[in-house]
């Protein structure tokens, strides 16, 4: 039987992570992020697939395709993260658990990168825990899936 799928997008410039400011980033490539992300979907029953584009219309393509197939949706967005309305409103439309995440912590950094468009159309978002986020975001969606509501997540 195939396991339910769970969807990670990465946004503009996460394909230049390793050389991208290591300084913030660190110096793991984006291959290393889904590595991890695929094993913890792995841990937790679901199949990953990912999808990393410099364009915001192929995250909304994406999302719009995942509704109704994928069981839930981890989205580092990048930049998109803090101006991206047309992907906030595909989210809004997908009925799953939306897990948001970022490598570094946007609130510790310019002012710019304090808002997030995706934040309210998320359950929640990992930020500032470098690659180990990917694992503690796919674990937060898949408690979610189990579970719906936040004492999944805090239990
Ligand atoms: C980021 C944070 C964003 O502000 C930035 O534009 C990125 C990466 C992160 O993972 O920390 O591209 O999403």
């Given at each position: 039987m195939s396991r339910p799928v769970l969807l990670l997008l990465s946004g503009p410039n996460l394909a230049l992570l390793g050389e991208r400011q290591p300084d913030v980033y660190g110096t793991e490539k984006l291959a290393d992020h889904v590595a991890r992300a695929t094993a913890a979907a792995d841990?937790?029953?679901?199949?990953?697939?990912?999808?990393?584009?410099?364009?915001?219309?192929?995250?909304?393509?994406?999302?719009?395709?995942?509704?109704?197939?994928?069981?839930?949706?981890?989205?580092?967005?990048?930049?998109?993260?803090?101006?991206?309305?047309?992907?906030?409103?595909?989210?809004a439309t997908f009925s799953g658990?939306?897990?948001?995440?970022?490598?570094?912590?946007?609130?510790?950094?310019?002012p710019w990168r304090r808002r997030s468009v995706l934040a309210p159309v998320?359950?929640?978002?990992?930020?500032?825990?470098?690659?180990?986020?990917?694992?503690?975001?796919?674990?937060?969606?898949?408690?979610?899936?189990r579970a719906p509501g936040l004492s999944a997540v805090k239990a």
């Open positions: 841990r937790n029953g679901l199949e990953l697939e990912h999808l990393q584009s410099e364009r915001e219309g192929d995250l909304v393509d994406a999302v719009h395709a995942a509704r109704g197939r994928v069981a839930a949706i981890v989205v580092n967005a990048g930049a998109i993260s803090h101006y991206g309305w047309s992907l906030h409103d595909a989210l658990p939306v897990v948001e995440l970022h490598l570094s912590n946007p609130d510790a950094r310019e998320s359950d929640g978002t990992v930020a500032g825990f470098g690659g180990v986020g990917y694992d503690l975001a796919v674990e937060a969606a898949a408690r979610l899936l």
